[in-house]
């Protein structure tokens, strides 16, 4: 299967800083990635949609001003939280769009990354 | 985003015993995924279905793509401790996929 890698795979940071997530596709070109927010025990909550080369589509109140993302290639796409808070903890997941065949497409997920804000 | 039903939402079992679970959507889908999540890792892809009626197992993974197209079933066969995590389903109808809420698996040794 592909393989999506993630870094960092988890950090601390303080309040009002800014945290930087890459997302890359190691074997394919994925002109779609997709950037997930997740609770402990809870489905995942899709943030955005990031597009090579074009702006991301962000989910109905998901502040686009605080979730930066950039998808600058066809392997690598980020998400900056920027001026982090205590309530942005949460374990961000990254996927790829994979296609298979014809219009028949599969989506592969990275390893995660656990943001803590103190 | 849309979600799917997906049940049960947990299960005990005893190792050893078979496991099913569903997904239902109100939309025509015409790819199914199934992934198995770990605590504090990624979803990995278990098996992916593209055709009404496909049936494609894994190891001891069987999943199936609902002839209707708006259901997908998971079954795993004699349940070891290891299969213990959350399993979604996802579906794609057009361009972006859509998940369930997840089944938590716990396996009793």
């Known amino acids: 299967g592909a393989v999506v890698s993630q870094h960092p795979s988890w950090v601390i940071c303080k309040s009002g800083t800014s945290v930087k997530i890459e997302c890359r596709s190691l074997?394919?070109?994925?002109?779609?990635m997709f950037w997930y927010r997740q609770f402990p025990k809870q489905s995942l909550m899709l943030m955005a949609t990031?597009?090579?080369?074009?702006?991301?589509?962000?989910e109905q109140g998901v502040e686009k001003d605080k979730f930066l993302i950039n998808h600058a290639s066809l392997t690598l796409s980020t998400l900056t939280v920027t001026s982090a808070h205590p309530e942005d903890s949460s374990f961000y997941i990254c996927?790829?769009?994979?296609?298979?065949?014809?219009?028949?497409?599969?989506?592969?997920f990275g390893p995660g990354t656990r943001l803590t804000v103190t | 985003g849309q979600q799917l039903n997906q049940s049960p939402q947990s299960m005990f079992i005893q190792e050893g015993e078979d496991v099913s679970m569903n997904c239902t959507s109100s939309?025509?889908?015409?790819?199914w995924l199934w992934y198995k999540q770990d605590p504090g890792e990624g979803p990995v892809l278990l098996i992916a279905?593209?055709?009404?009626?496909e049936l494609t197992s894994n190891g001891r993974l069987t999943a199936q793509f609902g002839i209707t197209r708006k259901d997908s079933f998971l079954n795993i066969s004699a349940s070891i401790p290891s299969d213990v995590g959350i399993y979604f389903c996802?579906?794609?109808?057009?361009?972006?996929?859509?998940f369930g809420t997840g089944t938590s698996l716990t396996v009793i040794p």
């Open positions: 996927s790829a769009r994979y296609r298979r065949f014809g219009t028949y497409y599969e989506q592969y």
């Open positions: 074997d394919f070109q994925a002109t779609t």
């Open positions: 990031s597009n090579e080369g074009s702006k991301a589509t962000y």
């Open positions: 939309s025509i889908f015409n790819t």
């Open positions: 279905l593209y055709k009404a009626g």
């Open positions: 996802a579906g794609q109808p057009g361009n972006q996929f859509y």
